[in-house]
Each structure stands twice: as C-alpha cells, then as structure tokens.
C-alpha cells in the first residue's frame, strides 16, 4: 500500500534560507511534507493568494497556508515534539532574539553578496564580521550547538548562512571564521548534521553559485568564468 500522501506542504524556492529553516524544523521533528517550489521571478497566482507578501516559505496545511518562517517555526514547535526550543522562558526568549539576529544576519550575507563595488563589498563583509564576532561571545563553550548539546531552533537558522560562507570561499573569499574557534566548531557541526544537509537538494552549491553570478556586483565580478 502506498503511504499517504503529506497532509504539510512547504511553498518553497530552492535557494532561499528561510525555506531552508522551516525544512530543518520538520525533519528535526521527523514530519513528513511536500515541497513545491515555486518561481519568485514569475510568481504564479496560486502563490500569491497564499503567500500576502509574495515570498517564500508559506506553509500549506489541510486548513490554512502559514507564513513567514519564524511563523510556521513556532507552530511546528507548538504541534510536533521533539522540542528544539528549551524549556525555560527566558531561555526561549533568548533563542527566539537569536533568531532574529540571524534574519538579520542573512540581511547582510545579501548586502554582501549584492554590493555594487570594492568598497560596499569591503564595508558589508565588516558588517558580517562583525555579527560572526557577536554569535562567537554568545556561543556555548564546549558546543557543538548553539547552547550546547542539543540541537535548537537557532541552529536551525544558521545552518544555511554557513551555507553561504561555502559559496563566498569559493569566490575568494576566504577566512570569515579564522579567529572565531566556537564560530567554526559550529559551522562544522551544522554542516554534518543530517537535516541540515537534507534541506538543500545535492546540486545546492552549483545553483547558489550560479545565482550568485548573476548578481553582477563585485563579488560576481570577482567570480572565475563559468566552465562550460
Ligand atoms: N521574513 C520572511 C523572509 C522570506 C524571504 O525574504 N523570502 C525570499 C526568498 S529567500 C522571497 O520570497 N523573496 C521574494 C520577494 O521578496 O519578492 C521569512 O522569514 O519568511
């Protein structure tokens, strides 16, 4: 007999972090569900209706489409166990700041990677230094998560702005994480953790970098041709 189909399904784009946490949450929490990936470039109009900000991940379930990724995290926590919050409130509402932090992290990793020359390249990757520094004196000690041994929903947002750091290298730019040890323990352990690797199709790395390419700032121009 053929297993039922998903009653969850992530509206997702392939590149797109937020999708990338809220795939995490649910194979964290062992949930089955879909995924269909939509066209931002061309939103069709099935996605508009919804998704009210136009962007992904909505989640569709049997009776209303969620948006907003720290959204749908937050009900996948409030309806599947295992937690990855941690019990205590102010301890949560920490998690929850640092989560935060993270969006505003991938708001500079985009600033980065769309700065139109030298300089703005120069001045946003300070930027992101300088929030690497912040998470490194916020990090637990001995790791190798966010607060420790246990996986959280912060890890989950993370893990795919590490991701970014692999396809910054690749352009040359290298050594984000050189004086930061927690920073890298972390990074390391994110990239082997399972749900981490599965929320990304294998061809990930050449899509992104691809994307990235066609950004046309400076860090594209820094970029080796593209072998054909
Ligand atoms: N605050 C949103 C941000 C989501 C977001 O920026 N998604 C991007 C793709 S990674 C998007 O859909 N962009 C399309 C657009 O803005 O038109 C969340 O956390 O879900």
């Known amino acids: 007999m053929n297993a039922p189909a998903p009653a969850l399904t992530l509206v997702s784009h392939a590149l797109c972090p937020y999708v990338q946490r809220a795939a995490i949450v649910l194979l964290e929490k062992g949930v089955p569900f879909a995924r269909r990936d939509v066209d931002l470039a061309a939103k069709p109009d099935w996605f508009l209706a919804v998704s009210p900000l ?76 300088q929030r690497f520094a912040q998470l490194e004196a916020e990090l637990d000690e001995a790791g190798p998560y966010f607060s420790g041994t246990r996986f959280s929903m912060v890890d989950a947002v993370f893990a795919p702005v590490f991701r970014y750091l692999d396809a910054f290298e690749e352009c040359g730019e290298t050594g984000w994480l050189d004086t930061l040890p927690r920073m890298q323990h972390w990074r390391t352990a994110l990239a082997a953790r399972p749900s981490a690797q599965q929320a990304v199709a294998a061809d990930y790395p050449q899509r992104l970098l691809a994307f990235l390419r066609t950004r046309g700032g400076e860090l594209a121009r820094r970029m080796e041709p593209a072998q054909v």
């Not at 009900?75 to 998690?95: F, I, M, Q, S, V």
């Open 54 to 129: 136009g962007k992904t991940p909505v989640l569709l379930t049997e009776d209303t489409a969620v948006f907003e990724s720290a959204v749908i995290c937050e009900y996948l926590e409030e309806t599947n166990g295992p937690p990855l919050h941690p019990p205590r409130p102010l301890e949560r509402a920490r998690h929850r700041a640092w989560m935060e932090f993270g969006s505003a992290t991938l708001a500079t990793v985009w600033g980065f990677y769309s700065a139109p020359d030298a300089a703005s390249l120069q001045a946003r990757r300070a930027e992101l230094q």
